[in-house]
C-alpha cells in the first residue's frame, strides 16, 4: 500500500488537505515538500532518530507538516491539547523528553509569554511574537528533498487527563523501510474504504488520537482530508453539502447538537455521498444514535478504544440497531467482564472490562499505573464498566470511578445522563457523585440549558422529568443550572473538576 509521499509522486497537482477556516489548500506536492522541510529542519537542530518533539498547534496546515515531518525522520512527537496550561505542557514536555515545542497563536499556552519563556525546552512559534523564533520562517530555510537518513517515526500520545497527569503512551518505533505504510493506517484505510476518491472531514482536533490517527491514514490513502479550525453544528453540515465528503469523524456531543438544528437547515443539504459517519472517544446516548441513523442512513460506524491501545471493539450501524447501545465485538483482541475479586462474570452482568491482548503496553515513566491497569493474568483496562451479551457484543455502563455508590446502590452517571439529554431544554449534561452524610454519596446532575437565562422554575422541571424517567432512585437529588461544562475538545467532560467544585461547595455550606 502506497505512502502519502508516494501518493505525492503520482499525482502531486491533486488536492491533498483543505482548511475552510483560512481559505488554504494543499496539493500533494505542497504539503509533501513542507513535510520534507520539517524533517530537515528537525535534523538540522540535532534532533535523531528516538528523539522527541511536541507539538502544541491546532487544526492548521503547519500542523499536518509537522506531523509528517517528524515521521519521515525517525522522531517521536506529541500532539499537546491547545488548551493545555503552562504548567501541563511543562509536565508533558518533561515525561515524554521532548527537545523542542511548536506552540501556535491559537494554542491557550500562548497567551501568557512569561510562563512559555520559561518552558524548559527550546521553544518555535507559529503566529507568536517576535520573542521566539518563527517555525514557518525556519522551515522555509530548509531544502524540500527527503533527509538522506530516512525512518519510520511515532506519535507518542497522552490521555486528555480527565482525572488527573496526563498519561503518556509510547511504543517501540517501525524498523525497516519508511516506503512501507503505517499497519495501523492500512487497517483504518481497508476497514473503511478510504481511497484516492474519498473526502473526509474531521472537525475535531487533530492533536487527539483519532482525528490524529483517521487524518493520517486518509493521507496516505490518497483521500482528500478537510479540517476546519473548530466545530460549529450548521458550518459542518455545509461543509458535508459543499465538499461532496465520502467519510467523517465526530463524537457524540456534535450529534446532539446537529440534531438540534432547525428542519429548515437540518433538510437543506445532501448529504448524497456520506458513507461513513465514525464516531467514538465517548458513549453515544441511545436516542441520539437512532435519530442519527433515522437521519443520515445506515452509514454510522462507532469504535471503542483508548490511547493505550491495548483493545478495541466496532460495530456497524446494522449491528447497532440489532443491539442497541453496543459499541461493538472485540476487534483483534478478548474481552472479558471481571467482578471485584476478578472472577470472570457471564454474559449479562456488570463488572469492569478487561483486554486481552498480545499488543505490548506500558505507562510511560509510570509502572504504578501500569500495575494498576493490568491484573495478574496480564489482561488490561481502560477503567470502564459493562457487560457483554450473549452474542459477544459489548456494552459500556460507565467509567469504574465515576461510579455513585448511594446507600449501597451502585448508579451509574452514564444511563442518568442519557435521559436528561432527552429533555428539550437540556443542552448538556454531567451526573457525579458528591458526598453526602446519610447515604454516603447522592447523583448531582449539573445542567447547561438550552436557554443560558433559563430561571430557577427549570430545575423544577427537570427534576420532576428525571423522576418519571429513571425513578427515585436513579434520579438526581440535586440539580445544578450551569453556564457551561467543562468538556473535553474531543467531547469528553472533566468530571474530576466538577466533583471538586460541588463537593467543596457543600463543604462551605455545611459550615
Known amino acids: 500500500m502506497a505512502t502519502f509521499a508516494e501518493q505525492a509522486a503520482q499525482a502531486s497537482d491533486r488536492i491533498a488537505a483543505e482548511f475552510p477556516a483560512c481559505g488554504i489548500s494543499l496539493t500533494r506536492g505542497e504539503l509533501d515538500a513542507a513535510a520534507n522541510r520539517n524533517a530537515q529542519a528537525f535534523r538540522s537542530l540535532g534532533l535523531l532518530r528516538g528523539d522527541c518533539v511536541a507539538l502544541s498547534i491546532g487544526n492548521r496546515p503547519e500542523f499536518l507538516a509537522a506531523m509528517l515531518g517528524a515521521q519521515r ?79 519510520p517515526g511515532a506519535v507518542m500520545l497522552y490521555s486528555s487527563g480527565t482525572t488527573g497527569r496526563p498519561k503518556g503512551v509510547r511504543k517501540v518505533l517501525r524498523e525497516g523501510s519508511i516506503d512501507v505504510a503505517d499497519p495501523a493506517n492500512v487497517a483504518l484505510i481497508q476497514g473503511y474504504g478510504l481511497n484516492g476518491d474519498a473526502t473526509f ?34 458550518i459542518a453540515l455545509g461543509h458535508l453539502d459543499r465538499f461532496a465528503v465520502t467519510h467523517s469523524l465526530w463524537v457524540p456531543t456534535m450529534f446532539h447538537r446537529l440534531l438540534r438544528l432547525p428542519d429548515t437547515v437540518r433538510n437543506g443539504h445532501d448529504l448524497s455521498h456520506h458513507r461513513h459517519a465514525v464516531h467514538g472517544a465517548a458513549p453515544c446516548p441511545i436516542h441520539v444514535k437512532r435519530a442519527m ?23 456497524t450501524s446494522a449491528e447497532w440497531l440489532e443491539h442497541p447501545g453496543s459499541v461493538g465485538r472485540p476487534t483483534g483482541c478478548r ?12 454474559a449479562g452482568e456488570t463488572g469492569d472490562i478487561y483486554f486481552e ?75 457525579i457523585g458528591i458526598p453526602d452524610d446519610e447515604f454516603g454519596q447522592i447523583a448531582l446532575a449539573a445542567i447547561e440549558p438550552v436557554d443560558k437565562d433559563a430561571a430557577a422554575e427549570l430545575v423544577a422541571s427537570i427534576g420532576a422529568y428525571a423522576r418519571s424517567k429513571l425513578g427515585p432512585v436513579k434520579a438526581p437529588k440535586r440539580i445544578e443550572l450551569v453556564k457551561a461544562l467543562p468538556r473535553h475538545d474531543t467531547g469528553k467532560l472533566y468530571k474530576a473538576e466538577l466533583i471538586e467544585r460541588f463537593s467543596r461547595r457543600e463543604m462551605i455550606d455545611d459550615d
Not at 221 to 234: L, Q, S, T, W, Y
Not at 335 to 346: F, N
Request: with cysteine.
Open 73 to 151: 525522520s525517525g522522531l517521536y512527537y506529541v500532539p499537546l491539547s491547545t488548551k493545555l496550561s503552562v504548567q501541563d505542557m511543562r509536565h508533558i514536555l518533561e515525561d515524554s523528553g521532548a527537545r523542542l515545542v511548536i506552540v501556535s497563536g491559537d494554542s491557550f499556552a500562548a497567551g501568557d509569554d512569561a510562563d512559555l519563556r520559561a518552558v524548559p525546552v527550546p521553544l518555535y512559534g507559529i503566529g507568536l511574537n517576535g520573542e521566539f523564533t518563527d517555525w514557518t520562517a525556519f522551515t522555509d530555510t530548509m531544502p524540500s528533498t527527503p533527509l538522506a537518513d530516512r525512518s
Open 335 to 346: 474481552v472479558h467482564i471481571l467482578d471485584d475479586e476478578g472472577r470472570e462474570l457471564a
Open 201 to 234: 472531514y474531521s472537525p475535531c482536533p487533530l492533536y487527539h488520537a483519532a482525528p490524529h490517527r483517521f487524518v493520517d491514514a486518509a493521507l496516505s490513502a490518497g483521500a482528500k482530508v478537510i479540517i476546519p479550525d473548530r466545530f460549529d453544528a450548521e
Open 357 to 431: 491482548s498480545d499488543t505490548p503496553f506500558a505507562y510511560w515513566n509510570d509502572a504504578e499505573k501500569t500495575r494498576k491497569a493490568t491484573n495478574e493474568r496480564g489482561w488490561r483496562t481502560f477503567g470502564d464498566v459493562g457487560h457483554v451479551d450473549a452474542d459477544g457484543y459489548l456494552y459500556l455502563t460507565d467509567r469504574r470511578h465515576f461510579t455513585i455508590i448511594s446507600g449501597g446502590v451502585n448508579i451509574y452517571p452514564q444511563e442518568i445522563e442519557a435521559a436528561l439529554l432527552e429533555h428539550e431544554a437540556v443542552r448538556d449534561v454531567a451526573v
Open 293 to 315: 441513523i433515522d437521519w443520515w442512513g445506515p452509514i454510522l460506524d462507532e469504535y471503542y478504544s483508548g490511547s493505550e491501545g491495548v483493545g478495541s471493539a466496532a460495530i
